[in-house]
């Protein structure tokens, strides 16, 4: 299991941007996946980005053009970038990581970012 902290949520208004930070218990250049992941109220948690150990990266069609994940094995940190921000941003984002492909996913306790006028 990896233990993760988020930081970085809060109110902005529509079209502002907020960075996230994922601090890692471990060397995050040994996991094998982690991502930015979403929840808001009454609906299902949705992935928003992911980055692998080699770089590559997805994001959710939504999210594309917008937001940038990216990752700092120097800090043993995860990031997202989030510019152009809108309502329907608003959730609940959860850090998440897997050690290796068969490892159950870890979860962060989540942070509140909220896109209102």
């Known amino acids: 299991q990896v233990q993760l902290v988020e930081s970085g949520g809060g109110l902005v208004q529509p079209g502002g941007s907020l960075r996230l930070s994922c601090a890692a218990s471990l060397s995050i250049s040994s996991i094998y996946t982690m991502g930015w992941f979403r929840q808001a109220p009454g609906k299902q948690r949705e992935l928003v980005a992911s980055v692998t150990r080699g770089g590559d990266t997805n994001y959710a069609d939504s999210v594309k053009g917008r937001f940038t994940i990216s990752r700092s094995n120097a800090k043993n940190t995860m990031y997202l970038q989030m510019n152009s921000l809108k309502a329907e941003d608003t959730a609940v984002y959860y850090c998440?990581?897997?050690?290796?492909?068969?490892?159950?996913?870890?979860w962060g306790q989540g942070t509140q970012v909220t896109v209102s006028s």
């Open positions: 998440s990581a897997k050690r290796t492909s068969y490892s159950d996913r870890s």
